[in-house]
């Protein structure tokens, strides 16, 4: 079997559900997940040292994409990467919420990072796939290979 590059981009829900008063927006609640990566980097939309890339995608919603991986087992480590890294930006921004607060007032609550493809309002997210193929591939092959109707 041909070796192949893959790669695959995960787009995450994320919520703050506060505990009693103190709601904070999507764009909030983004912020506050991505402040250790802006303080650190100057920007939201990062590759990071292990040649993944973080970004805030459009809607404020956190995107994580791997490196290219040469194999599924590299792919899966990637993936967990992204993982663990999201988790712990969250844990973070519920600590710092909880001690500095937002909007000048301490908030008692809890981020969650959904990796889901649908959210409970109905919009969309995606986890995308990517694999390196020849270019001496006939284009209609691949679309009755892929496109499944």
Not at 43 to 52: A, D, E, R
Not at 140 to 149: A, C, D, K, R, S
């Amino acid at each position: 079997m041909q070796q192949r590059i893959v790669g695959i981009e995960t787009e995450f829900g994320l919520s703050y559900v506060p505990k009693g008063l103190g709601r904070l927006s999507n764009e909030e609640a983004a912020a506050a997940l991505f402040k250790p990566v802006l303080d650190e980097w100057r920007s939201t939309n990062v590759f990071l040292p292990n040649g993944g890339r973080l970004y805030l995608d459009v809607g404020s919603h956190p995107e994580y994409a791997s490196a290219e991986c040469a194999s599924i087992e590299e792919l899966l480590a990637q993936e967990r990467a992204g993982e663990l890294l999201l988790a712990r930006l969250a844990r973070q921004a519920q600590q710092r919420l909880r001690t500095e607060g937002a909007h000048g007032t301490p908030l008692e609550g809890s981020f969650y990072l959904l990796k889901n493809n649908v959210d409970s309002a109905g919009n969309s997210y995606g986890s995308h796939e990517n694999y390196l193929i020849s270019r001496k591939l006939a284009f209609p092959t691949l679309i009755e290979q892929l496109v499944p109707f």
